[in-house]
Nanobody, 115 residues
Framework: QVQLLESGGGLVQAGGSLRLSCVYS????????LGWYRQGPGKQRTLVASISSGGSTNYADSVKGRFTISRDNAKNTVHLQMNSLKPEDTAVYYC?????????WGQGTQVTVSS
């Protein structure tokens, strides 16, 4: 069983920063990769950033150079540092864990960027 709990969302002005955190718990298996997805109003859920068990990272083009994903294996936590936020970053952000071929999701945290 995998459980994911996000925190750190909120309201910020354009140009500001937020740090999202996701604490995960798992039993019986290891996590292959962790990531952050987002879903804006009327849009599909899309990948923001991911990090593999080996530490390799992947970013959506729209956030490269502004967002950084990191994981702390000792604390079972994955972070998303978001800098230079733009109004178009407004969305519900979801923590994702891939265990074998299955996706697991957190409940989501709202990020709102005002212009």
């Amino acid at each position: 069983q995998v459980q994911l709990l996000e925190s750190g969302g909120g309201l910020v002005q354009a140009g500001g920063s937020l740090r999202l955190s996701c604490v995960y718990s798992i039993s019986g298996f290891s996590i292959d990769s962790l990531g952050w997805y987002r879903q804006g109003p009327g849009k599909q859920r899309t990948l923001v950033a991911s990090i593999s068990s080996g530490g390799s990272t992947n970013y959506a083009d729209s956030v490269k150079g502004r967002f950084t994903i990191s994981r702390d294996n000792a604390k079972n936590t994955v972070h998303l540092q978001m800098n230079s936020l733009k109004p178009e970053d407004t969305a519900v952000y979801y923590c994702n864990a891939v265990v074998r071929i299955f996706n697991h999701w957190g409940q989501g945290t709202q990020v709102t960027v005002s212009s």
